[in-house]
């Protein structure tokens, strides 16, 4: 049977023309880019024109991009980067309540150095609250860290409003925007964002690369100490085929952008209209508008997010389920929950996230699945009030 994947949050195949970009780098073309001679001069090269394009295309100058080891990397250095920067200056942090848990446990850590953090309150679609937000700045606040759009739920944040707010009290921002690259247009001028992280395995490029935007005139403390490589501010060999194929990954996700995301909408939309028409008893968490292009999660009502998960695997269909599961926790999404959603609700989630390769074939194939899976464990629930009728709508759309 032919395997669904519908989990492109969580990372994608990388392009076979990313691939074949990389190959040479893992062969022939091996030297180290810090190395003098000529096969160390080849690979600085390939570095230096990725650099080149990559900053191209976020609209950033090719002296603030720095490669990390993918986002988690870059969102620690951003925070940890600027928290010990600008200690002298105040010590309290503002993150959003939603943000990745890459965000979420740096910012604890350094409340154990002492650092005062405030988790940005945000409303029931998942955006933050501007003027919640701005009541929580400080006179000591030094940080606000807010995502252009969530991992979980999708929604796009109004990062130009709150990078605005920043930079009048002068304060630092960063936005993770992990999600958003690749996804929607991304250009930090026009955003205002003094930093910003991205990882390539969300856009068809390899694992274990990504980078950080540093806004030129900006002096954040170094994550990582060791050589002179990117400008001695993150040592560490280059991973230059991983570079040459994030560039190569994003130089395709900028130019084919408009033409995915429109595809990957009409693929999302369809599977949403009918799961909302067909399937009672269900919430779409997240913005209706504001929301990326290939996200859809569900909170299904008297149903386990896990159970609908594995009913789904067995079904060769591979979405994510919106708890911690995966990572060996069973606690609700901490998004869903700052969303207000109780937690009944929270623990039935579930997020589909379509790709470029997707078909609407899948997505009819899913949705008619889900039916059936969602009538056989609501029958099996010891939840589902028996006054209920347990059966699915037949519309067509
Ligand atoms: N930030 C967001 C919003 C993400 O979705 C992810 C990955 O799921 C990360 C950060 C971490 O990126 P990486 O997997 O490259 O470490």
Redesign the pocket.
Known sequence: MERIYFDH??TTPVDPRVLEKMMPYFTEKFGNPNSQHFFGRETVSAVDDARDAIAACIGAKPSEIYFTS????A?NWALRGAAHAFAARGRHLIVSAVE?P??ISAAKELVKEGFDVTFAEVDEYGLVDLEKLERAIRPDTIFVGV?TA??EVGTIQPVKEIAALCKARGIVFFT?A??AAGAIPLDVKALGADML?F?A??FYGP?GV?ALYVRSGLRIGKLIAGGHQERSMRGGTTNVPAVVGMEQALRIACAELEKNAAYVTSLRDRFIKRVLAEIPYVKLNGHPEKRLPANANFSFRYIEGESLLFSLDLKNIAVSSGSACSSGSLEPSHVLLAMGLPEGLAHGSIRFSFGKDNTVEQVDYAVDALKEITVKLRALSPLFPKDLKNEVYEKEI
């Open positions: 949050a969580a993918g986002g988690t990397e969102d990745h890459a965000m995502m969530n991992n993770d992990v999600q992280s990882s395995h969300k694992k990504g």
